[in-house]
């Protein structure tokens, strides 16, 4: 039961230029959608999120892309900088009932200097 | 800022004792949940707690499986008989309320089952 798919395990970049992580759903009552940053030894980090209604979403370095028709959302992080190093995880939810959230398996962000 | 606690940090157990496993959600949180990530899988949902019910388990939240908000702070997930297969992270987090996607969770305690 794979709703939420992280195709890429690993992505690694240079320090200032763009990052660009991707997720797929296949469920297309998915109505929010969420990124999450997880450093070894820690829990997920919420770090930025967007409604199904909008299909962009910004936050200082980070922004999130929906394209619902495609059933896939991305990450930017722009420029990228060695403290973004860390698992991404894409994450959806549907309104009402738990709100709980679906996981993808997650992608390696290594930002080098 | 506010944040989830969880203790312990690290549980080690053999298989078939139980384990209380403790989260301190953030305080005017009013939505609670348990996940797990064995080694190198997803992330996966266990339970949901709301209003001091279950609102939602997951298939992998069988009658070996509990959780308990025993008082205004604490909110404890027990494994009655543990597997081989239990071991895994378990993750805490909370919510604020509905419509509030953002789930707040803790550093997690990795449950080691020998």
């Known amino acids: 039961d794979q709703q939420v798919k992280q195709n890429s395990p690993s992505l690694s970049v240079q320090e200032g230029r763009i990052s660009i992580l991707n997720c797929d759903y296949t469920?297309?009552?998915?109505?929010?959608f969420l990124w999450y940053k997880k450093y070894p030894a820690e829990g997920p980090t919420f770090l930025i999120s967007?409604?199904?209604?909008?299909d962009k979403n910004e936050d200082g370095r980070f922004t999130v892309f929906l394209n619902k028709s495609a059933k896939h959302l991305s990450l930017h992080i722009v420029p990228s900088q060695p403290g973004d190093s860390a698992v991404y995880f894409c994450?959806?939810?549907?309104?009402?009932?738990?709100?709980?959230?679906?996981f993808g398996k997650g992608m390696k962000l290594t930002v080098n200097p | 800022e506010p944040e989830v606690t969880q203790t312990p940090s690290h549980q080690v157990t053999q298989m078939g004792q139980e384990v209380i496993l403790r989260c301190v959600p953030i305080?005017?949180?009013?939505?609670f949940y348990w996940y797990r990530q064995i080694l190198g899988q997803k992330v996966e949902f266990l339970v949901s707690?709301?209003?001091?019910?279950?609102?939602?388990k997951s298939e992998i939240f069988d009658d070996q499986f509990s959780v308990e908000r025993p008082d205004g702070s604490n909110f404890t997930l027990k494994i009655r008989s543990t597997k081989l297969e239990d071991s895994a992270m378990y993750f805490c987090?909370?919510?604020?309320?509905?419509?509030?996607?953002?789930?707040?969770f803790g550093p997690g305690t990795r449950l080691t089952v020998t």
């Open positions: 305080s005017n949180h009013l939505y």
């Open positions: 707690f709301y209003n001091n019910e279950i609102s939602e």
């Open positions: 987090a909370s919510k604020p309320g509905q419509g509030n996607y953002e789930q707040y």
């Open positions: 994450a959806a939810s549907l309104q009402g009932g738990s709100e709980k959230l679906v």
């Open positions: 469920n297309s009552m998915f109505d929010y």
């Open positions: 967007i409604s199904s209604i909008k």
